[in-house]
């Protein structure tokens, strides 16, 4: 999807969620930043990209890479 809809923030916020879910964080904050850069008033692409900075700062599970 993303290959076909390249410019479509939902997509992107998608891809980052599951990117987050298998502790990809730092991968996944990078679809969640083009996401808000396609459509800065994508609420929820907003939250996810402040909660995984969070995550990513505070040392929270998963780091840059996956989950052991």
């Known amino acids: 999807a993303l290959a076909l809809a390249p ?3 939902d997509i992107h916020n998608s891809y980052g969620r599951a990117l987050g879910e298998l502790g990809w964080l ?3 904050r990078d679809e969640f930043a083009t996401a808000v850069r396609l459509q800065p008033s994508n609420e929820t692409a907003v939250r ?3 909660q995984v900075k969070a995550m990513i700062s505070g ?3 998963g780091g840059g890479g996956p989950r052991p």
Do not use: H, T
Request: aromatic share 0%; charged share 25%.
């Open 48 to 50: 996810n990209l402040q």
């Open 59 to 61: 040392g929270g599970p």
């Open 7 to 9: 410019e479509n923030s």
């Open 26 to 28: 730092d991968r996944a």
